[in-house]
């Protein structure tokens, strides 16, 4: 049995339930804590760093990667995402290349506003973020629709220009959540069902047949103080 915490073994062998296989593997992980998060604010594509905290995070999130071999690293652009990729590629010696297509989906108006003032001001649009994402568009925001296009197409792309690598992928929670709905064949409806803690590791493989298979959701275990392995 293979250790959840003990990426270097499953890669090694390239095992999935017992069965070798030609894959490609993704650590798909989000960037550390912003103090807009710490304050239930709607970061969006606002520019906002890390905070004391999510610098924090964003190193031990790298430690916990260190002895991947990562063949390449792919980030959003913007700076919390931008200084998470920095701490994990200061392990592997290898550039990190910024896809402007993993950004955050743009809130418009709402960029900055806590989501409980948006449940309250905006009751019926937040019930349709929610429950019916295609339709959702905040006020001079981006379409929900647009944006699920672009991220799929992405990580669709990064994962054809690399088989049989191991990528790792620094992007954001609602950009996570919509990857693994797809990868999974789920509902979009569901998108917010899908926990992305900051500094989480997913773990996405992609198989030669083209199959994507999701192997691991929302691990944060690196950022427990007295973690035994």
Known sequence: MICPYDF???????????????????????????????????????????????????QKLA?????????????????????????????????????????????????????????????????????????????????MKIFTERVIATVQKIASNHFNETLCVVAHQTVNRFIICWALDMDFRFWHRLRQDPACVNLLQVREDGLWRVCLINDTCHLQQNLHR
């Not at 339930?17 to 030609?22: A, K, S």
Request: aromatic share 10%.
């Open 8 to 58: 270097v073994t499953l890669l090694r062998h390239n095992f999935v339930c017992g069965e070798r296989v030609m894959a490609t593997w993704i650590y798909l992980v989000r960037h550390g804590q912003t103090v807009w998060n710490e304050e239930g604010k709607l970061c969006g594509s606002s520019d906002v760093p890390l905070s004391e905290k999510g610098n924090q995070q964003a």
């Open 63 to 143: 430690e916990r990667l260190k002895n991947v071999k990562i063949s390449a690293i792919y980030s959003s652009p913007l700076e919390r995402a931008k200084q998470t990729a920095q701490a994990i590629a200061s392990f592997h010696q290898i550039p990190v290349y910024f896809e402007p297509d993993l950004r955050e989906i743009d809130y418009g108006d709402w960029e900055g506003m806590r989501v409980s003032e948006a449940i309250e001001k905006f009751t019926e649009l937040e019930n349709l973020r929610r429950n019916e994402p295609m339709k959702f568009v905040a006020p001079k925001g981006e379409p």
